[in-house]
C-alpha cells in the first residue's frame, strides 16, 4: 500500500467534509521587557477520496482556547484567538479577536480588540453567527455577524454574573451555556456552583438569558466543562444530562467574614437529568449515583476521585446508560428508574 505522511506538530484541529485543519501556537520573547508575541499557525489539508493533500499554511495573531474556535463555512475558515493577558492592567492585556481567512488562507475580514482585560472561555459558530463568551469579573456573551466575510460585525451582547465553558446550540435561536456562577468580591470574581443558562438569541441586537439554573456551590464540578463528550442531549427524547460532582455548603453563611464564598462539603457525584423547555427553562427529572451510601460516608467533606464516579451518559431506545471507570447501570429514561447494573472488575 502506498502511505503518505506528513510529518511535524500540531495542538488542536477541525475537520469539515472537505478539509482538515491544524493549528500550531508560538510565541516570540520581546524585547525590552514587552509582551512576547503569540501567533497561531493554521495548516491546511484537503480531503479528497481518502487522500490527505496539503493545501498551504495562514496565520493570524493570539492563541486558540479549544476546537471551538475554529470552523469553515463555504470557501472562508473563521477563528477566534486572545492575545496578551487578562491579568496585565498596561497596553499588553488581553483582547480577543475574530478572523476570516479565505481559500489560500489569508486574512479577509476581522474584528480586533474585543472585551480588552477579559480573555474567551467560549465560542460557538452557527451559520452566519457566532457566538463569544469572554470573562474577567461578568459574563460578556457577544453576538457576531459573519454574513460578509470582508466585514465581519458584533451585533449585541448580553453582560451576566458567571460565564459559560461550553455553548451548545438547542436551536438557531437558543444556545444553552454551561459554566460557573460567580460573585465579584473588591474587583475579583469567585467561582460559586456550576451554572447551566439558556440564552435566547432571537433578536440579535438585544440577546437574554431566559433561564438559570445553580447546580451546588464553591467547588462543584462536572467534566462536561472540560469535556463536550460528557454531555448528553437529545431533543428528540426530551433530555439533557451530564456528570456533576456537587460540593455544598451547610448553613445560610454562604460568605465568610471578608465577604468571600465558603467552599461546600461534598455531597454528591452522579448524573443530573434535565428537561430542557424553551418555555419553562430546565426541569430536573431526577439524579443518579453509582455511589452507595457508605461510598458517601468515607468521602466525608472531601471530594475525592473515584472509580464509581460517572463520567459518560447514553441511550439506547428507552434506556439511559451510566458509565463509570468501575459499573455500568441501565435505568429507565422516562421514570429514571434502575433496571440493571454490571460491576467492571479492577485490574
Not at 86 to 98: G, K, L, Y
Not at 181 to 206: C, H, P, R
Amino acid at each position: 500500500a502506498n502511505v503518505t505522511a506528513y510529518l511535524g506538530s500540531g495542538q488542536d484541529i477541525y475537520v469539515s467534509q472537505k478539509n482538515l485543519y491544524v493549528t500550531m501556537g508560538t510565541y516570540t520573547p520581546a524585547a525590552g521587557g514587552g509582551e512576547m508575541k503569540e501567533k497561531t499557525l493554521v495548516y491546511k489539508f484537503a480531503l479528497d477520496e481518502g487522500n490527505v493533500v496539503y493545501q498551504g499554511k495562514g496565520e493570524v495573531p493570539g492563541r486558540l482556547l479549544n476546537q471551538f474556535s475554529m470552523d469553515e463555512s463555504g470557501d472562508y475558515f473563521r477563528i477566534a484567538t486572545t492575545t496578551g493577558q487578562a491579568w496585565r492592567n498596561d497596553e499588553f492585556t488581553s483582547r480577543n479577536n475574530i478572523y476570516v481567512l479565505d481559500e489560500m488562507l489569508e486574512i479577509t475580514g476581522k474584528i480586533e480588540d474585543i472585551a480588552p482585560g477579559e480573555q474567551i472561555y467560549s465560542v460557538r459558530f452557527m451559520g452566519n453567527r457566532a457566538y463569544m463568551v469572554t470573562f474577567k469579573t461578568t459574563d460578556p456573551l457577544f453576538v457576531i455577524d459573519l454574513a460578509d466575510p470582508a466585514s465581519p460585525k458584533i451585533l449585541g451582547a448580553l453582560k451576566i454574573p458567571g460565564y459559560s465553558d461550553y455553548l451548545y446550540p438547542y436551536d438557531e435561536n437558543h444556545i444553552i451555556g454551561f459554566g460557573k456562577d460567580t460573585v465579584e468580591v473588591k474587583g475579583q470574581a469567585y467561582y460559586l456552583g456550576m451554572k447551566i443558562a439558556l440564552f435566547d438569541v432571537t433578536d440579535v441586537s438585544n440577546p437574554v438569558q431566559k433561564f438559570s439554573k445553580i447546580i451546588g456551590d464553591r467547588g462543584t464540578e462536572s467534566e462536561v466543562l472540560r469535556n463536550h463528550k460528557a454531555l448528553l442531549f437529545s431533543k428528540e427524547k426530551g433530555i439533557m444530562a451530564f456528570p456533576v460532582t456537587v460540593m455544598e455548603v451547610k448553613g445560610e453563611n454562604k460568605f465568610n467574614s471578608p465577604g468571600i464564598p465558603e467552599y461546600g462539603q461534598f455531597t454528591f457525584q452522579g448524573a443530573y437529568v434535565y428537561e430542557v423547555d424553551i418555555e419553562k427553562g430546565f426541569i430536573l427529572k431526577g439524579r443518579i449515583t453509582h455511589l452507595s451510601n457508605e461510598d458517601y460516608l468515607k468521602a466525608g467533606r472531601d471530594c475525592y476521585e473515584n472509580d464509581k464516579n460517572i463520567n459518560r451518559i447514553l441511550y439506547i431506545k428507552d434506556v439511559l446508560y451510566t458509565l463509570s471507570n468501575s459499573m455500568v447501570k441501565a435505568s429507565g429514561l422516562a421514570d429514571l428508574e434502575e433496571i440493571n447494573q454490571v460491576v467492571i472488575p479492577a485490574n
